[in-house]
């Protein structure tokens, strides 16, 4: 019988590390240290191992930092990882019980949700969902500062039996009203693992202005259908 691969053939592999890792060893800590590799570092402030909890102190990489902690009680079939990035400025929870997998994100103080189930065997969840509603970030977080104090958009991405739904939209304030072009982007489209249709797309940019007068569809190639 070949060996089962995938989410859940993962996640029991590391709950069985944890299981010999906690009958062996019931605290441990590590003090900080630097691995250095071609192409740059990875810098730790330390490790910690109690209770069924590993906890990574300052990792970073870069202009990259990290402080995370994986979990994994005696008493349910769950992980939970958390993690904080950039001392605050992104956050993760993720929490997999059984076939279940939910992560709560944060990036700027902006939410978003992912959800998903996972099938006996692969990587590939039966359904899941994307939801990130109402975001408001500062212009200077995408670059746009100059001619956007805020933009301002949400993202809705589903996949069940095999497809996927994605509805995205962007909009900006402009610095100075009546003086800079509209930026306004709204994208709804479907499609499986070998083509996207693209339902709708109507796209205000400085300098550029167009909208989608009838469905098209592009495989993984890049081709649009009937190329």
């Known amino acids: ?16 590390a944890v299981d010999d890792a906690s009958a ?14 071609p192409g740059g570092e990875l810098k730790l402030a330390g490790l910690a191992w109690e209770d069924r909890t590993l906890t990574v102190n300052a990792a970073s990489y870069q202009d990259f930092k990290v402080d995370a902690k994986l979990m994994a009680p005696a008493t349910a079939d769950e992980l ?12 993760v929870t ?9 992560a ?12 998903a189930q996972f099938p006996a065997q692969g990587w590939l969840p039966q359904t899941a969902a ?3 509603s109402n975001w408001v970030l500062p212009g200077d977080k995408l670059q746009l500062q100059d001619y956007y104090t805020t933009a301002q958009g ?12 994605v509805d ?7 610095v100075a009203e009546g003086k800079i072009p509209p930026l306004d982007v709204a994208l709804r489209g479907q499609g499986d693992l070998q083509t996207l249709q693209v339902d709708a797309l109507d796209v205000q940019l400085p300098g550029l202005s167009a909208a989608l007068q009838a469905p098209f569809a592009v495989n993984r190639q890049g081709r649009i259908d009937g190329e």
């Open 24 to 37: 062996w060893v019931r605290r441990a800590h590590v003090g900080p240290g630097t691995v250095t590799f």
């Open 104 to 115: 709560a994100i944060a990036a700027w103080d902006q939410p978003a949700r992912l959800t």
């Open 80 to 91: 939970t990882l958390t993690a904080v990035i950039n001392q605050g400025e992104g956050t």
């Open 94 to 102: 993720v929490v997999s019980r059984g076939a279940d997998f939910e």
């Open 154 to 165: 949400s993202a809705q991405v589903t996949w069940q039996n095999g497809r996927y739904a």
């Open 130 to 132: 994307l939801n990130a």
């Open 1 to 16: 019988r070949p060996a089962e691969s995938g989410w859940l053939a993962t996640r029991q592999t590391l709950r069985s």
């Open 168 to 174: 995205v939209s962007l909009q900006g304030k402009p």
